[in-house]
């Protein structure tokens, strides 16, 4: 490792040598989150999430460096070797005595360490408290930091600022530079995905040493300016290095401990070996499908020097009629987007086959993806339920359900910060229906669940669906426009109810209705087709009524309103 001189800065960082990377306003702490981690920790993959969770939650504000150290990180057999140099010593002044632990900004919090009293390692429960009080608290220091990488030397550049808002109580700092790779396939216990665990943030080496490089001068309206270049290897113990994977952490400490604030980057490339070549990375998973048109979403990758401004796709399901699509946008080098073909109509079968390839660049054995999806046999209500958690960015959440004929018959979103959305949805078309959550900031957002009247879930996750997900879903019992309602053919209306509630179609059918809680409030046995059913004594509220005719039996809900 070594600082450049102020003519190499001006090549490599001509745009910001005249700017300001940190910034000279006062600001509140930024946070190094250090997770102590190992690949035979069985609840260190529940602290991964928490710790994602956190960063998702506060974009900018918030770094992770996951250090594998301690007996649970130690390889066995033909394991890769996630260990650095540096962990030990940084886990040994935390004070740790269970894995996963963590430590903020390397700083103690009363009544939440893990071990002894004035340690700074926290269980994974207590780094959200940690943080929600560290943001809030000044800094008298603001961190900026880029980095540039040289594809052809592997060659790393980085650029830091420290500006001082205020007066440090140290004489001298510490800058430290830490080096991390992510989406690194791994074995993890407890990660149910036996060796193919994806291993992110992950320390791979300190360019500035274990304690970093000192700061001289740590009093108000000081800068620290400096630029370091470290020549990056082939790999760290034998596990090799992805260039465009890595990461850039930088902070400040008082001594070798107390972490003031940070920041981090992820680099800017250079020198790539192709100036055009656009990467299919592949497909996002697609579900199985009822027949509905169907428009795949692809995900795409700039690995070309110059910038991706457009792409032809042609596509099709099952060798059916070829479609095509032009995206346009603008992708830097190695920069990602999820693109939403789309649908086209295809006769669906047990098992279906969908092609994609793009227009010829400069390295065609990149431009093509197939996968395949089955067909859905379990069908639906049309009345269902949609309970919906947002994070901090509720805007970006949004939802929509298409009918048969591709027209969106219901939406929600976007929504506000951290709260929960509970909405009830009648879809009034029997058939092959789309259900699309979309995150426009493509980190997902909080958890979901679509479920129907008869309880059955049409979709699920716990938050974790990137840029968004999507489910199709057959209703065999569907909610009319006027609010009738059909179950195994029985029309009941009108919905919402008063003093009575018609019944028609129901010869031989015996009807139950229950309270939100499971009790049975009314329940007939209907010799001729129609009937009317005096519901004067319930009160107002949302009931259950169950059909049962056939053999058959089905739940929906009305309301009770006068």
Known sequence: MKKLSLSVLFTFFALSMYGQLASILPENKKIILEEFTGI????????????????????????????????YANPNGSDPDFRTPFGSAISSQSGLVGYPAG????????????????????????????????????????????????????????????????????????????????????????????????????????????????IANTTEESLYDETFTYTIPADYNNIPVVLQDLEIVVFVTETEQYIVSGNGAYPTFTNLPLDNDTNIVGLEEINDQCGLDFGPRV??????????????????????????????????????????????????????????????????TNNEVSNTFGETEVTHSGFFTIILNTDNNGSETTWFVKDPSGEIIESGGPYENNTSINEEINVPTEGCHEFRLIDTGENGSGSVVVYDSN??????????????????????EVVLANNDTILNGVIMYPNPASLVLNIEN??????????????????????????????????????????SNNGQNKIDKFIINR
């Open 40 to 71: 035979y920790c069985t609840f260190c993959p529940d602290g991964h999430a928490i710790a994602q969770g956190i960063q998702d939650n506060y974009a900018g504000e918030v770094f992770l460096i996951n250090i594998h150290e301690g007996g």
């Open 506 to 547: 129901a010869e031989n059918s015996s009807i139950t209705v229950f309270d939100l809680l499971g009790r049975v409030i009314l329940s007939e046995n209907i010799i001729s087709s129609n009937k009317q059913l005096n519901v004067s004594s319930l009160s107002n509220g949302t009931y259950l009524i169950k059909i």
């Open 455 to 476: 309880n059955e879930v049409i979709y699920n996750s716990p938050g974790n669906y990137g840029a968004g997900g999507a489910v199709s879903f057959i209703v065999n």
């Open 299 to 364: 995900i795409i990758q700039n690995n070309g020097n110059n910038p991706l401004t457009s792409i032809d796709f042609e596509y099709s399901i099952n060798s059916g009629s070829i479609e095509t699509y032009t995206w346009n946008g603008n992708l830097g080098v190695f920069e990602e987007e999820v693109v939403q073909l789309p649908g086209i109509p295809y006769t669906i079968e047990s098992t279906n086959i969908i092609n994609i390839s793009i227009s010829d660049d400069d390295d065609n």
């Open 103 to 214: 430590t903020v900004n390397r700083k103690n919090f009363p009544g939440l360490e893990q071990g002894a009293s004035g340690t700074t390692a926290m269980s994974r429960g207590s780094w959200g408290n940690a943080t929600n009080i560290t943001l809030n608290e000044p800094s008298y220091v603001n961190v900026g930091v880029e980095a540039a990488i040289d594809m052809s030397s592997g060659e790393l550049i980085v650029h830091v600022q420290a500006y001082y808002t205020g007066d440090s109580p140290e004489s001298t700092n510490l800058l430290n530079i830490a080096l991390l790779q992510n989406n690194t396939a791994g074995p993890q216990t407890g990660g149910g995905q036996g060796n193919n665990y994806n291993h992110m943030h992950r320390l791979v080496h300190m360019v500035t040493g274990q304690w970093g490089e000192t």
